[in-house]
């Protein structure tokens, strides 16, 4: 257990669909990450809160929309995803030089 | 790219043998980070290494770096079949805001 908890763990959703992933952590750090893992690629830092602003966006399209209402949680929300979307979504958390992450979300898109 | 590239993509070894595992960089880093990815989880911080030192242990971890080379090493000394997993390196320059990784070794340890 690292202290940053995900939900869902497992999520299916058709292209038209809209839903959320949520990221929370009891660790009081001030950064909160997003990452995408693909099969055969590298971990790809989607976005990056500290203090809740946005401090970085990496190209990500804009069917990802993430949320950060306080600095302890984290959202993503989802809408009109294409199958390409579908990997292991991983929210990360940190105070210092190295991040704490959750167990992820394993996203499927049909 | 800035991103950490692990060396091999795949690794077998009996339980008892030492594993070793390789991490090249492009660019100028202030500290060099190695993770654990069981399948399907989440990552998890083993060690740090900062540009100013050339070696670091942890248990049965052992971590080198070469700067000159923009190289690092990961050693598992007698390694257990809890060991299987997958193993990333991650270069960090401000914190952990800009941390890359790579695509990571996948280790299996054969009871």
């Known amino acids: 257990e690292t202290g940053v908890t995900q939900t869902p763990r497992h999520l299916v959703m058709g292209m038209t669909n809209k839903k959320s992933l949520k990221c929370e952590q009891h660790?009081?750090?001030?950064?909160m990450y997003w990452y995408k893992q693909s099969a055969k690629k590298p971990l790809e830092l989607m976005f990056v809160?500290?203090?809740?602003?946005?401090?970085e966006n990496n190209s990500v399209p804009s069917r990802f929309s993430p949320e950060c209402p306080n600095s302890s949680h984290l959202f993503l929300h989802l809408h009109t995803l294409q199958p390409e979307d579908s990997a292991l979504y991983l929210c990360?958390?940190?105070?210092?030089?190295?991040?704490?992450f959750g167990q992820g979300t394993r996203l499927t898109v049909v | 790219s800035q991103q950490g590239e692990e060396d091999p993509q795949a690794l077998s070894i009996q339980e008892g043998e030492n594993a070793t595992m390789n991490c090249s960089y492009k660019?100028?880093?202030?500290?060099l980070q190695w993770y654990r990815q069981n399948s399907g989880r989440g990552l998890v911080h083993l060690i740090l290494?900062?540009?100013?030192?050339r070696e670091k242990h942890s248990g049965r971890l052992r971590v080198t770096l070469d700067t000159s080379k923009k190289s690092s090493s990961l050693l598992i000394t007698a390694s257990r079949a809890a060991d299987t997993a997958s193993y990333f390196c991650?270069?960090?320059?401000?914190?952990?805001?800009?941390?890359?990784f790579g695509t990571g070794t996948r280790l299996t340890v054969i009871p």
């Open positions: 991650a270069t960090g320059k401000t914190g952990a805001n800009n941390l890359f």
């Open positions: 660019t100028s880093i202030n500290n």
């Open positions: 290494i900062r540009s100013n030192e």
């Open positions: 990360a958390s940190s105070q210092g030089e190295y991040a704490f």
């Open positions: 660790l009081g750090h001030n950064a």
């Open positions: 809160y500290n203090f809740k602003e946005q401090t």
